[in-house]
């Protein structure tokens, strides 16, 4: 077993030497680090109250090199699964949470909130867990980069919105007709619910009335309800380190739930590019 992780990590690195500049310059600098606190003030966010802010402490951070002015010498080391808004898998991270009152009372902080209000995160928690809480879901989260994303919103930031379906899903011919369908198509939940992996699905289970969407209040009385969580715009070759690891929904059994996401995982982090 040593043998064999020896060698993978040998080719990973060779594959690397192969790159040529413009190519491991493309990936590399796509780590995500977190941001100076100059640069959050700049961008209409207080870093005195960002909540549990990532800390270069292992396993879920550690001190590296920045490529930028603007970041702080705090490089995440573990990374979550989420797809977009057609279902192409994406690796993102939390660098911290944010209440109403974390945006800076002045043009830049109203400004940070006008974008995260138009960058919604959709997190799907099971159906017996916390409606609204993180850590227990039945899928991958979806993430909404239509908005211009990575031209427009410099500090990752997003809305949490939390989705559950309703009773109408289950109860009538159609709610389950649609779920059937749904379930055939993308596969089933933790929970037994069907999967949902693109913003068309989840908006004709909104429009319908199957699906509803769940918002923390925003007096902070029932946590945070932004978050600092920055997109890897460019995997490939190098935008993944070896050193960082993959927080995804795994079954009882402890496998992956969405294989995919794994698996493109690995095959980025160890030869740096998509799987085959």
């Not at 460019?234 to 050193?243: M, V």
């Given at each position: 077993m040593r043998k064999t992780a020896s060698l993978v990590y040998v080719l990973a690195a060779l594959f690397a030497l192969a790159l040529s500049p413009s190519q491991a310059r493309a990936g590399v600098q796509d780590r995500l680090f977190d941001f100076t606190d100059e640069f959050y003030r700049q961008n209409g966010v207080d870093p005195g109250l960002i909540v549990n802010r990532r800390q270069p402490v292992?396993?879920?951070?550690?001190?590296?090199?920045?490529?930028?002015?603007?970041?702080?010498?705090?490089?995440?080391?573990?990374?979550?699964?989420?797809y977009d808004q057609s279902g192409a898998p994406r690796f993102w991270t939390v660098m911290g949470d944010l209440f109403v009152s974390s945006f800076t009372k002045d043009e830049a902080g109203t400004r940070a909130r006008q974008i995260a209000d138009n960058m919604p995160l959709y997190v799907f928690p099971t159906r017996t867990g916390n409606p609204i809480g993180l850590g227990n879901n039945r899928q991958a989260d979806i993430v909404d980069m239509r908005n211009g994303y990575f031209s427009n919103n410099p500090l990752g930031l997003w809305l949490h919105i939390w989705v559950s379906y309703t009773d109408a899903a289950f109860n009538t011919a159609d709610g389950k007709k649609t779920l059937a369908d749904l379930q055939k198509r993308n596969g089933t939940a933790l929970d037994g619910t069907p999967i949902i992996r693109t913003l068309s699905e989840l908006d004709n289970l909104f429009s319908k009335g199957f699906a509803a969407k769940r918002f923390r209040n925003p007096d902070g009385s029932e946590g945070p309800m932004y978050g600092i969580c920055p997109v890897v715009k460019?995997?490939?070759?190098?935008?993944?380190?070896?050193?960082t690891t993959l927080a995804y929904v795994r079954k009882p059994d402890g496998t992956a739930l969405e294989p995919y996401f794994p698996t493109n995982f690995d095959a980025l982090k160890f030869t740096g590019d998509w799987a085959k």
């Open positions: 292992a396993p879920r951070g550690t001190v590296d090199t920045p490529f930028f002015f603007y970041q702080r010498a705090v490089r995440t080391l573990q990374l979550n699964p989420a460019e995997p490939r070759n190098g935008g993944i380190p070896l050193d």
